[in-house]
């Protein structure tokens, strides 16, 4: 079967980049014929067919509307059995929305906004143009894969789309790679190299895209804490906001920023509680890799895998998104019984492999092909 995926760019830390990455070496077969459309694409996997897509990169807008362009143009010129796109496009036979509905994301945004920020949402060109892809998208591709019912939800409330044309798929997390064992390899080398103490708590932070993430909540929640703890942040971005926040609120100390991490499951492994207060995520990776190492969870019902949490058990699910006073009580709540929420973490994630992930979605792929023989 010739299968050709989509998807814009590649970075190493990405997590869609690395789910799709994983997916393609779990698909990986003598009779599956893999391609790859891609500005960027970097894979350590031999035997997959990359096919760099031009764009004009003028500016953000020019470059997503030319990236649309030129891989439906060239995957038209495939003629895959299949065409699957983890990005925004407007012709495929199977998306998955792994970047979730723009459109209840802007919403979100604006929750907090005055008008005049809300007006300026609604009349930037980028929004507009994606809002656009966005509604063909969802509208003309045969099939729609969510990566949580939360999407799914979005999706046919904003675009009026049948439930029948969205099948909900979760992500699958490497069980060899994130593992609780981790802990007695890499924990003693995480303290070390951040000059931790012994009998401090370790928070972690795991995410790109810092506002949407709620790193802001996060780093207040610290001023709210009764005694010393220590916030490990790892992502890539502008981090000058957040540290003058964390120097206002008294926490400097407390706080490390660890940039980009290529081997993020040593910061897991060290972690006693991972948080994660995002105003929007379609289904965080990283709550998956915590759960995987045996890490409590501390998200908010604004993420998809907050589904999969069972509140009270393997982790704790946030009320209210930006409440500081909220997030510092529920950490407060798993450090005071941390040993029984991390059993319960590492055995709710055995769940969910991702070879499972991928089985699952080769068999959407083959059961899409037949329809159309």
């Not at 790679?177 to 932070?205: G, M, Q, T």
């Not at 409590?296 to 058990?313: D, L, M, R, S, Y």
Request: proline letters at 3%.
């Amino acid at each position: 079967m010739k299968i050709a995926f989509i998807r814009k760019s590649f970075t190493p830390y990405g997590g869609a980049e690395n789910y799709l990455n994983s997916l393609i070496s779990h698909l990986k077969a003598p009779d599956n014929d893999i391609h790859v459309l891609s500005t960027s694409w970097t894979s350590t996997e031999t035997g997959v067919n990359i096919h760099k897509i031009d764009t004009v990169s003028f500016n953000s807008l020019t470059s997503t509307l030319s990236f649309n362009r030129n891989a439906t143009r060239t995957a038209k010129m495939l003629s895959c059995d299949c065409t699957v796109s983890f990005e925004r496009t407007t012709w495929q036979d199977i998306y998955r929305a792994g970047d979730g509905c723009h459109k209840q994301w802007l919403i979100l945004r604006g929750q907090d906004k005055g008008k005049l920020k809300r007006l300026s949402f609604a009349l930037n060109p980028m929004h507009r143009a994606i809002l656009s892809i966005e509604r063909e998208c969802f509208s003309a591709t045969p099939l729609i894969i969510a990566n949580s019912n939360m999407v799914k939800s979005h999706i046919m409330e904003h675009y009026s789309i049948s439930a029948d044309k969205i099948a909900v798929l979760y992500n699958g997390v490497d069980l060899e790679r994130f593992k609780p064992i981790n802990r007695s390899l890499w924990e003693r080398w995480v303290r070390n190299e951040y000059v931790i103490p012994a009998d401090c708590p370790i928070l972690l932070f795991v995410g790109s895209g810092f506002e949407r993430k709620g790193l802001k909540t996060a780093i207040s929640a610290l001023a709210q804490l009764n005694g010393q703890f220590r916030l490990i942040i790892a992502g890539a971005g502008g981090t000058s906001r957040y540290k003058t926040l964390a120097r206002d609120l008294g926490v400097t100390d407390m706080v490390i920023f660890a940039g980009p991490q290529t081997y993020v499951e040593r910061l897991y492994a060290a972690s006693d509680v991972f948080v994660l207060p995002t105003l929007y995520d379609p289904f965080s990776n990283a709550t998956l890799e915590a759960l995987a190492s045996g890490i409590p969870v501390v998200t908010t019902k604004n993420n998809g895998a907050a589904e999969i949490i069972q509140h009270g058990k393997d982790g704790l699910i946030l009320e209210n998104t930006n409440d500081a006073s909220e997030l510092a009580d529920k950490i407060t709540q798993i450090i005071e019984n941390r040993e029984s929420y991390a059993l319960n973490a590492a055995q709710k994630a055995l769940a969910y492999p991702i070879s499972g992930a991928a089985l699952d979605f080769l068999n959407l792929i083959r059961a899409y092909t037949k329809t159309r023989d």
